[in-house]
């Protein structure tokens, strides 16, 4: 029904900006929640941004004033803007598209990498 594809990782200094895609192919149904979540080795999953079908968006505190979540609905794409990097937000990166509170599809993943 949906695959996600996401690209966009690498590696940046600190301070720096990445800017991450995640599109959808094919026709969607039944998707009103689009989550950003991550994972750095040894950690548990995050979840680090949200943002549902009426625009409201939702930020980790570790995150917020630093990345932006949006999309672009012609494209079926959802982007987070990250800026402002730190070491700390190294990880992979994961899309996931959910119905209401229930996870239904994930991305492959993106590697980010914050290093000097």
């Avoid at 040894?42 to 079908?53: C, D, F, P, Q, Y």
């Amino acid at each position: 029904q949906v695959q996600l594809v996401e690209s966009g990782g690498g590696l940046v200094q600190p301070g720096g900006s990445l800017r991450l895609s995640c599109a959808a192919s094919g026709t969607i149904f039944g998707i009103n929640r689009m989550n950003w979540y991550r994972q750095a080795p040894e950690k548990e999953r995050e979840l680090v941004a949200t943002i549902t079908s009426g625009g409201s968006t939702i930020y980790a505190d570790s995150v917020k004033g630093r990345f932006t979540i949006s999309r672009d609905n012609d494209k079926n794409t959802v982007y987070l803007q990250m800026n402002n990097l730190k070491p700390e937000d190294t990880a992979v990166y994961y899309c996931n598209a959910a119905t209401g509170l229930t996870p239904r599809y994930w991305g492959q993943g993106t590697q980010v990498t914050v290093s000097s």
